[in-house]
């Protein structure tokens, strides 16, 4: 346990780089609680959204903070890194693609990294805090040097975030527990006044561990959705439902509920990299990753389920199929990794005639699967000859037989358990 030592009411001037979900979800957070917050980001039209109160993208709840934030002074942005300068603390908030095999690149990082150091050099102290998810050892071995090359006096921290795409702004201000991965004690005490009025346990740990926090909990979590679609396939043969068996598994303390939602299995642009990113560590390691190949073989797995299950009930040329959701999950207009893409590239492979629809991510999945007609979900329905439902969005939930009457055959397939048997009547699910 640390010693409290702060005021109450402290407010820090905080720098956050990167005004991706979780850089301007930390902001906006930050600005709630008091907080005196600079956004940077080297993308002008990213800056000029924020300071007009607009974020780059869909999350609930997130321009309404971001408004208030501006309106009462505590948020603003800019691509002027000088900025740095007047905080006391910068979280590095900036994106760790994976390369084509799946390995992470650390290079925003490294650039972030170097443009702060450079900043802060004739500073008496700052703390650096990297927030991006890095496998472990990053943060040790390559943003410290980099700092070191540069700046006498600083502090470091590793502060994994928990957040959920959609959920992200709430994840922040409510979190299960805050990871405080620290080079030293003063940098560690720097970072929990800036947390001071969150109402957390705090784990306070050396850098790498923190780092392998994150990468456990997000192996763990993909791991236990793999894990429920192997078990929910092989419940679908034998005729049982696998949410009835995901519910009492959930009632054990030891299993506990969440998690085990089964069906065409996990996308966004967290699981499938972390897992590979820490697939590719373990590999470099030598200490073994099997599981971890299986999470992702399983995962890529069930995007082929579906189609098959389809192509078992009608020819799939010239027919027109209706997908409604394409985003990963619901919620959020990312379509990253999302099972739907590659369930649209392999319907059109099969000479389908396919019409997608989903509430917030037709934009974007415009930009990366254009072969598809995108429409509204009456005009995707109408005359159709099978439908699947591949993101979990609400208004999916309260659609009704009458909903699917335009239908020129009702062949409904779910690939996330979200219709009510109670209003829809003859649909099938992927694993129950
Ligand atoms: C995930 C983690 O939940 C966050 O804690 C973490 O901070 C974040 O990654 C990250 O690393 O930044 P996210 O990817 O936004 O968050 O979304 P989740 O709600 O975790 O869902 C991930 C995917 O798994 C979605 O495609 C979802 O539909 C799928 N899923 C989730 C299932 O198929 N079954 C489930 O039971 C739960």
């Known amino acids: 346990m640390f010693k409290s030592v702060f005021r109450e009411g402290l407010i820090m001037k905080i720098s956050i780089v990167g005004t991706g979900y979780v850089g301007l979800s930390t902001a906006v957070g930050f600005a709630i609680k008091g907080h005196d917050v600079t956004c940077i980001d080297v993308d002008r039209n990213k800056v000029a959204l924020v300071n007009s109160g607009k974020a780059p993208f869909y999350e609930v709840g997130i321009e309404e903070g971001l408004q208030n ?36 690149d650390v290079s925003y990082v490294k650039t972030a990294t170097e443009s702060i150091a450079k900043v802060i050099a004739d500073k008496p102290y700052h703390v650096v805090v990297v927030k991006s998810t890095v496998v472990p050892g990053t943060t040790r071995d390559v943003v410290l040097p980099i700092l070191k090359k540069h700046a006498a006096t600083f502090g470091l921290c590793m502060n994994p975030e928990f957040l959920r795409e959609g959920m992200a702004l709430e994840d922040f201000l409510n979190p299960d527990r805050m990871v405080i991965g620290e080079l030293d004690v003063k940098s560690g005490d720097m970072l929990m006044k800036a947390y001071q009025k969150f109402n957390a346990p705090f784990v306070r740990v050396p850098l790498s561990t923190a780092e392998m926090i994150k990468y456990a909990s997000n192996t763990f979590l993909a791991a236990r959705i793999s894990l429920i679609n192997e078990i929910g396939n092989a419940c679908k043969k034998l005729g049982i439902d696998v949410y009835d068996v995901a519910h009492a598994l959930g009632q054990d303390k030891r299993i506990g509920p969440h998690f085990l939602e089964a069906g065409i299995g996990f996308g966004g642009s967290c699981f499938p990299k972390d897992v590979s990113a820490l697939m590719h560590k373990a590999e470099e390691l030598g200490t073994g990753n099997e599981i971890m190949k299986a999470v992702l073989s399983v995962n890529a797995n069930q995007r082929k389920v579906i189609v098959d299950m389809l192509k078992r009930r009608l020819s799939l040329k010239g027919a027109k199929i209706a997908v409604l959701g394409v985003a990963f999950k619901h919620d959020s207009d990312d379509v990253r990794e999302s099972p739907a ?21 037709m934009e974007n999945a415009k930009k990366i699967a254009p072969e598809i007609k995108y429409a509204s979900r009456e005009k ?15 208004e999916f939930r309260t659609m009704e037989d009458k909903d699917f009457a335009v239908m020129k055959n009702k062949i409904i397939i779910e690939g996330r358990s979200i219709l009510d048997r109670k209003k829809v009547s003859g649909y099938e699910g992927m694993c129950w």
Not at 380 to 394: E, G, I, M, S, V
Request: hydrophobic share 40%.
């Open 341 to 361: 893409i590659n369930v649209l590239r392999a319907l059109k492979r099969e000479g389908a005639d396919v019409w997608a629809y989903d509430p917030q991510a």
């Open 380 to 394: 995707c329905l109408k005359d159709a000859d099978a439908c699947l439902l591949l993101t979990n969005w609400h």
């Open 69 to 104: 934030a501006i309106k009462n002074g505590k948020l603003r942005a800019t691509t002027d890194y000088s900025a740095v300068k007047d905080s006391e603390i910068t979280f590095i908030c900036v994106g760790t693609p994976s390369d084509e095999t799946g390995k992470m």
